[in-house]
């Protein structure tokens, strides 16, 4: 699976950004998919995930209620719809595929995972 994240960008804190993730070359609809994200200095951070069906989502606490993880699989993409940014949420973010589960970072961190590569939010203040 290849995968790659973008609508990264600046923003002001309280603006909005959606991070699509394209992927390609296997069946889309068979992976869970996760975001993560890095910020300088920091260990990655786990941010959210959805089930291969769209039937279940995660979110780690910071985000719940202002970011919302969706799926398309006709087109093969997992959206992050970020809303009400702040200065902290400013990160390098990526997105993941995996066929165990979606619930834990660790099924994203294990062999048989997929990464992409980053995309660059800043939020200033």
């Known amino acids: 699976v290849q995968l790659q994240a973008s609508g990264g960008g600046l923003v002001q804190a309280g603006g909005s950004l959606r991070l699509p993730c394209a992927t390609s070359?296997?069946?889309?609809?068979?992976?869970?998919m996760g975001w993560f994200r890095q910020a300088p200095g920091k260990e990655r951070e786990f941010v959210a995930a959805?089930?291969?069906?769209?039937?279940?989502?995660y979110y780690t606490d910071s985000v719940k209620g202002r970011f919302t993880i969706s799926r398309d699989n006709a087109k093969n993409t997992v959206y992050l719809q970020m809303n009400s940014l702040k200065p902290e949420d400013t990160a390098v973010y990526y997105c993941?595929?995996?066929?165990?589960?979606?619930?834990?970072?660790?099924?994203?961190?294990?062999?048989?995972?997929?990464w992409g590569q980053g995309t660059q939010v800043t939020v200033s203040s």
């Open positions: 993941a595929a995996n066929r165990a589960g979606y619930s834990k970072s660790y099924y994203f961190t294990n062999l048989g995972a997929y």
């Open positions: 070359g296997r069946t889309f609809s068979a992976y869970n």
């Open positions: 959805i089930s291969w069906n769209g039937g279940s989502t």
